[in-house]
């Protein structure tokens, strides 16, 4: 169906052109809520069997999900660059420590159609966003789509805020959309890391 608006449908949207403009072939990129695997599947398209992705969901629903939307989707190299892990992103595998990542990927809260218990919380999400900031290339972004209509995404959607207002302009590049005109509306945040050697 024609969209009434064509900038972009959704947040979700506006953040998959955004990583589409980050991602370079060979990259290294993680899903850190996998959920039904729709972001993943978008990072291992645009990846195209280069580099490598990660994926990572704390419930077995949502990683069977993952797996059976990227078999149905993929190529089989682009299958073979994606690994899944049914973790808390409370801390990333081992694997991918190894590895500077140019982006790593957030959509909180609970599983569409899922266990509305099952959610991000907001103590876990920020220690996990630290993480995946320590672990980025120069350039490298996080990015992270939040839902302030719900009450932990409300809490979620507060400190989040309050750690982006605390980084060093010089060394993070933070931006906030939201629909203005639209209550408890979803959120992208993007956090790029600064690159003392841009190339030109
Ligand atoms: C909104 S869904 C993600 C949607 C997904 N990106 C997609 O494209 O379908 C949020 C997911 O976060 C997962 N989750 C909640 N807490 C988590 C944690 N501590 N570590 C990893 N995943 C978690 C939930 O199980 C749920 O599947």
């Not at 403009?21 to 850190?32: I, V």
Request: glycine residues 6%; charged residues 15%; aromatic residues 8%.
């Amino acid at each position: 169906m024609k969209s009434r608006f064509s900038l972009f449908q959704s947040h979700l949207d506006l953040a998959h052109s955004y990583w589409a403009r980050l991602l370079q072939p060979g990259d290294y990129a993680m899903d850190a809520t996998c959920g039904n695997g729709h972001d993943t599947l978008k990072l291992a398209q645009l990846l195209n069997g280069t580099g490598r992705v990660w994926g990572i969901d704390l419930q077995k629903e949502a990683i069977d999900n993952t797996r059976a939307l990227l078999k149905a989707q993929l190529t089989d190299a682009a299958l073979n660059s994606v690994s899944l892990f049914e973790q808390s992103h409370a801390t990333f595998p081992e694997s991918v420590s190894r590895y500077p990542l140019r982006l790593v990927i957030y959509n909180l809260g609970y599983l569409p159609k899922g266990d509305k218990t099952v959610t991000t919380m907001t103590a876990i999400t920020l220690q996990s966003v630290r993480l995946a900031m320590d672990l980025l290339l120069p350039g490298g972004a996080v990015s992270i789509t939040c839902y302030p209509g719900h009450p932990e995404g409300a809490c979620e959607d507060l400190a989040l805020q309050e750690l982006c207002r605390s980084l060093s302009p010089a060394l993070w590049s933070v931006c906030m959309h939201t629909f203005t005109n639209r209550v408890a509306s979803p959120r992208l945040l993007l956090i790029q890391k600064a690159d003392p050697a841009p190339q030109m």
